[in-house]
């Protein structure tokens, strides 16, 4: 349904380590480096791009906005949400671990990145 998610940085270093860490842990190589400067992730035919906003504002994570990063186990939900927090991440909502929803039961862990932007990764349970 998606083809890529941009978000804001107002930090790339920042981000870029943040991202390595917590992406490699699910999988995704480094970021590439385009020559403005943006960040681009691309695993498994998703693509995350983080910049500086183009209108030269402040990055802001969005209210009410989440986004959500598949994860092939609980262990790399655990490794992603260390990671992240090693990195400038700040861990929100409860601990990483199964949660139950009307879809079943996820292996969820959530955090904001150093732009404030939330984020969870996600692993179907059965």
Not at 32 to 51: A, E, F, P, S
Request: proline fraction near 9%; include cysteine; glycine fraction near 16%.
């Amino acid at each position: 349904m998606f083809s890529h998610i941009v978000i804001g940085s107002n930090d790339l270093d920042a981000s870029k380590a943040f991202y390595d860490a917590t992406l490699g842990a699910l999988g995704c190589p480094p970021a590439q480096v385009d020559g403005k400067g943006r960040l681009l992730y691309v695993h498994d035919g998703g693509r995350l791009v983080v910049t500086k906003p183009i209108d030269g504002a402040p990055a802001c994570g969005a209210n009410g906005g989440t986004i959500g990063f598949s994860a092939s186990s609980p262990e790399a939900i655990d490794a992603w949400h260390k990671a992240g927090l090693a990195h400038g991440g700040v861990a929100i909502e409860n601990p990483p671990g199964p949660r139950e929803t009307p879809i079943g039961t996820l292996y969820l862990g959530y955090l904001r990145d150093p732009s404030g932007n939330k984020l969870c990764a996600l692993h179907p349970m059965g």
